[in-house]
């Protein structure tokens, strides 16, 4: 039998297209599997809306200007439903942490307490607002939900930024091993690759706490009604949709 033909250069070109292609869409279907990949979806559209809203680019009288208002509603209640029973993460989050000093206990505790309380609230918040439980709870209900997500990021910045030291001391000692290794000539490669590693973990680290100052930010913006300096309705989107853009990469790239 004659052996078969090599392909050609086009269609060695379009299998590695296609390879590609099937990645991403795997990459994707594993992405929309989590709850959060769902939820930061949904609440990039909602802050998008937001800020078109708050922009005052479309006049109030527009049947579409009605349609927006009606579908940012809508998705914000559909993102509470995603917060059932989250609340178990920061339980277990808590329990599984290694504490170093009193100072990490008590932050821990704020940060995981605070978001773990906020996520229990929020479900009865949803309930609330679907019409399961009387309305009327529904205000006090926010209060609470908004006070234990801020004290949280207070704890959650607190923590990253200490990490953030950790990983920059460390980023110094691997660049010590680097010049080492390379005077050397020996294992150069296997440095680098662990300071690149590095250097991502605490780029994410530094991504992590800008979202959690604009959603700090957020809730400051619910505790107050917005009313005050910060709390601005186009401002106040901005961070929202800042959050969401950050939380959307983070989640890609642990996929």
């Known amino acids: 039998m004659d052996p078969k033909p090599s392909p050609t250069p086009q269609n060695a070109n379009e299998i590695p297209n ?4 099937r990645d991403f869409l795997n990459h994707l279907e ?19 809306t937001k800020i078109i809203l708050a922009s005052s680019v479309l006049p109030e009288t527009l049947i579409v200007t009605k ?7 809508s998705v914000g209640l559909s993102r509470k439903a995603f917060r059932l029973g989250k609340f178990v993460q920061d339980v277990n989050a808590l329990r ?4 170093d000093s009193k100072e990490e206990i008590i932050l821990s505790i704020i940060a995981y307490g605070g978001e773990g309380l906020y996520y229990f609230v929020e479900q009865f918040v949803w309930l609330a607002k679907s019409g399961l439980i ?3 709870h529904s205000k006090s209900l926010g209060k609470i939900s908004a006070w234990t997500e801020f004290v949280g990021y207070i704890g959650s910045i607190s923590l990253k930024f200490r990490d953030l030291k950790k990983l920059s001391e460390d980023e110094v000692c691997l660049e010590s091993s680097v010049e080492i ?4 000539g020996v294992g150069r490669q296997e440095e680098e690759r662990r300071l690149w590693k590095l250097r991502e973990k605490k780029l994410m680290k530094k991504l992590s706490i800008v979202q959690d100052f ?5 809730a400051l913006a619910d505790i107050r009604d917005g009313r005050g300096q910060f709390s601005g309705p186009l401002l106040v989107s901005c961070a929202g949709l800042l ?4 939380s959307t990469h983070k989640n890609w790239v642990s996929c």
């Not at 599984?96 to 504490?99: Q, V």
């Not at 290794?181 to 050397?184: D, E, K, M, S």
């Open 134 to 136: 009387d309305s009327k």
């Open 18 to 21: 296609k390879q590609g292609q």
């Open 214 to 218: 604009a959603d700090g930010l957020m």
């Open 96 to 99: 599984g942490s290694h504490f």
């Open 67 to 73: 349609r927006l208002k009606s579908f940012e509603s």
């Open 243 to 246: 959050s969401a853009l950050i």
């Open 30 to 48: 594993v992405y929309l599997a989590k709850r959060d990949g769902v939820d930061k979806l949904l609440k990039i559209s909602r802050y998008a």
């Open 181 to 184: 290794a390379v005077t050397r």
